[in-house]
């Protein structure tokens, strides 16, 4: 049985492959890679933006990229290698990021009007429902890039080495990273919801 630093290096090495033969015209070798990476993709921009079917359109803008970059002079090959992961998970983040940007005010001006709760109970705690996702959505809006991913990623239970490499950080510091980051949407969460004047 392979430890997980083996398994890593066999799904580079597959993936390297993989990317290869996809810069070379193989369709199937893409296809192989949509289907390997989209769960995690998608997973991640589903936290990020919340909503199932802009999540799908924006991992299949992802992909979408990742077919444009790989036909663009031959950007991959096996003399150099590529951690693939890595770089879906820094175009997903910076997709969902610039969505959540874009439609804050929107989302603010359009917030769903719910029927009296007093006539439903269950009204009441939808809207507080919606109102608390909203303000996290927002409170992430604020955050650096990098804060947004490495929150999500660990949600998504993504291990410290694979956040240090989709970040771009050393794997020792992911930890004091991720702990500013929690103190940040902390913060930001705070001031969206006004608790920090209460």
């Avoid at 893409?30 to 359109?57: I, K, M, P, S, W």
């Avoid at 007093?118 to 990098?146: C, D, I, K, M, W």
Wanted: charge should be negative; glycine fraction near 6%; include cysteine.
């Amino acid at each position: 049985m392979m430890n997980d630093s083996e398994e890593d290096s066999v799904t580079t090495i597959t993936d390297n492959l993989l990317l290869e033969r996809m810069s070379q015209g193989d369709v199937a070798s893409f296809e192989t890679l949509f289907h390997q990476h989209y769960d995690r993709v998608y997973g991640l921009l589903f936290r990020l933006v919340g909503n199932r079917v802009e999540a799908e359109d924006l991992t299949q803008e992802v992909f979408l990229k990742l077919h444009q970059h790989a036909f663009a002079k031959n950007r991959f090959s096996l003399q150099r290698e590529h951690n693939l992961s890595a770089w879906l998970f820094r175009v997903a983040t910076n997709m969902g990021y610039n969505a959540i940007r874009g439609r804050k005010r929107r989302w603010q001006r359009n917030m769903v009007l719910v029927p009296d709760p007093q006539g439903s109970p269950n009204a009441e705690r939808e809207v507080e429902r919606r109102e608390q996702e909203t303000a996290v959505r927002n409170a992430l809006s604020r955050l650096p890039e990098r804060q947004v991913q490495l929150l999500l990623m660990r949600q998504m239970e993504f291990s410290y080495a694979e956040c240090a490499e989709a970040c771009g950080v050393a794997a020792g510091s992911v930890g004091t990273l991720l702990a500013r980051a929690s103190k940040a949407f902390r913060d930001a969460y705070e001031e969206e919801t006004g608790e920090r004047e209460r």
